[in-house]
C-alpha cells in the first residue's frame, strides 16, 4: 500500500493519490492552488517541485486525485464479500454514504471542488470522473451486466450521487438528515426505474430502440 511506502519511493500517480486528501484538508482555506499543493507538499517532505509535477493539469488534477483516493479506499473496504448479504438497495445505500462519510468535515473543499468540476471546460472530464465513480460501486455490488443495462445503471447512479453531493454540501441539519433523506428517496426511484425497466424488456431479446422511441411519439390508436 502506499501509506507503507516512504514519499520519495512513489510514483507520481501514487504521489498524487497519496497527497490529494491532505491537499482537500488545505483547499478549504488556500482553495485548489498551487499554494495548497506547495503546503502539503512540504509538510509530507516532498520537494515542491516533484508535487507539481504529479498535478500537471492544476486543480482538476488535484480534485481528480482525491476521487482517485476515495475511489481506492471504498474499493479496499468493500473487497471481497463484504456487501454479499445486502440487497442491492442496501449495497448502493452503503456505498454511497461511505463516500459522503469519506468528505464528511470537508464541505468547503467540496463545494470548492464542485464549482470546479462545473466549469465548462472541465464538464467532459468531471462527467467521466462521476462515471467511474458510480461504474466501481456498481462492480462492488456485483453488478455483471454487459448489455445496454451497464450503462443505464451507471449514468442513473452517477447522476444520484451528483445530486446527493450537492445537498450534502449545504446541509447544515442535524447528522446530515436531509441528505439521509434525500438520499433514499433518490435510491428509491432508482430501484422502482429498474423494475419498471425489466419489466418492459423482460422476454424481449431483440429490443429495437428506434421502434420503441418510434412509439413513444406515434403512439397507437
Given at each position: 500500500?502506499v501509506?507503507?511506502?516512504a514519499?520519495?519511493?512513489l510514483?507520481?500517480?501514487?504521489?498524487?493519490?497519496?497527497?490529494?486528501?491532505q491537499?482537500?484538508?488545505?483547499?478549504?482555506?488556500?482553495?485548489?492552488?498551487?499554494?495548497?499543493?506547495?503546503?502539503?507538499?512540504?509538510s509530507?517532505?516532498?520537494?515542491?517541485?516533484?508535487?507539481r509535477?504529479?498535478?500537471?493539469?492544476?486543480?482538476?488534477d488535484?480534485?481528480?486525485?482525491?476521487?482517485?483516493?476515495?475511489d481506492?479506499?471504498?474499493?479496499?473496504?468493500?473487497?471481497?464479500?463484504?456487501?454479499?448479504?445486502?440487497?442491492?438497495?442496501?449495497?448502493?445505500?452503503?456505498?454511497?454514504?461511505?463516500?459522503?462519510?469519506a468528505?464528511a468535515?470537508k464541505?468547503?473543499?467540496?463545494?470548492?471542488?464542485?464549482?470546479?468540476q462545473?466549469?465548462?471546460?472541465n464538464?467532459?472530464?468531471?462527467?467521466?470522473?462521476?462515471?467511474n465513480?458510480?461504474?466501481l460501486?456498481?462492480?462492488?455490488?456485483?453488478?455483471?451486466?454487459?448489455?445496454?443495462n451497464?450503462?443505464t445503471?451507471?449514468?442513473?447512479?452517477?447522476?444520484?450521487?451528483?445530486?446527493?453531493?450537492?445537498?450534502?454540501?449545504?446541509?447544515?441539519?442535524?447528522?446530515?438528515?436531509?441528505?439521509?433523506?434525500?438520499?433514499?428517496?433518490?435510491?428509491?426511484?432508482?430501484?422502482?426505474?429498474?423494475?419498471?425497466?425489466?419489466?418492459?424488456?423482460?422476454?424481449?431479446?431483440h429490443?429495437?430502440?428506434?421502434?420503441?422511441?418510434?412509439?413513444?411519439?406515434?403512439?397507437?390508436?
Amino acid at each position: 500500500m502506499v501509506s507503507d511506502r516512504a514519499m520519495e519511493d512513489l510514483t507520481l500517480d501514487e504521489l498524487r493519490i497519496a497527497l490529494a486528501p491532505q491537499i482537500a484538508d488545505a483547499a478549504a482555506f488556500d482553495g485548489w492552488s498551487t499554494a495548497a499543493l506547495e503546503q502539503v507538499a512540504r509538510s509530507a517532505g516532498v520537494d515542491p517541485a516533484v508535487a507539481r509535477l504529479a498535478f500537471p493539469g492544476g486543480p482538476m488534477d488535484m480534485i481528480a486525485g482525491w476521487i482517485a483516493s476515495i475511489d481506492a479506499r471504498m474499493e479496499r473496504e468493500f473487497a471481497g464479500d463484504a456487501l454479499a448479504n445486502m440487497k442491492i438497495r442496501e449495497k448502493i445505500r452503503t456505498l454511497v454514504q461511505f463516500r459522503l462519510d469519506a468528505v464528511a468535515g470537508k464541505e468547503e473543499a467540496l463545494r470548492r471542488a464542485l464549482a470546479i468540476q462545473a466549469m465548462p471546460q472541465n464538464l467532459s472530464r468531471s462527467l467521466r470522473l462521476g462515471w467511474n465513480s458510480a461504474d466501481l460501486m456498481w462492480r462492488l455490488a456485483g453488478d455483471m451486466a454487459t448489455d445496454y443495462n451497464h450503462y443505464t445503471k451507471r449514468a442513473t447512479l452517477g447522476s444520484l450521487y451528483a445530486a446527493t453531493l450537492a445537498v450534502f454540501v449545504t446541509d447544515e441539519s442535524e447528522g446530515k438528515a436531509e441528505t439521509s433523506a434525500f438520499l433514499d428517496r433518490r435510491i428509491e426511484g432508482v430501484m422502482k426505474f429498474e423494475k419498471a425497466k425489466a419489466q418492459l424488456f423482460t422476454g424481449r431479446e431483440h429490443f429495437d430502440v428506434a421502434r420503441f422511441l418510434g412509439r413513444l411519439r406515434y403512439p397507437a390508436r
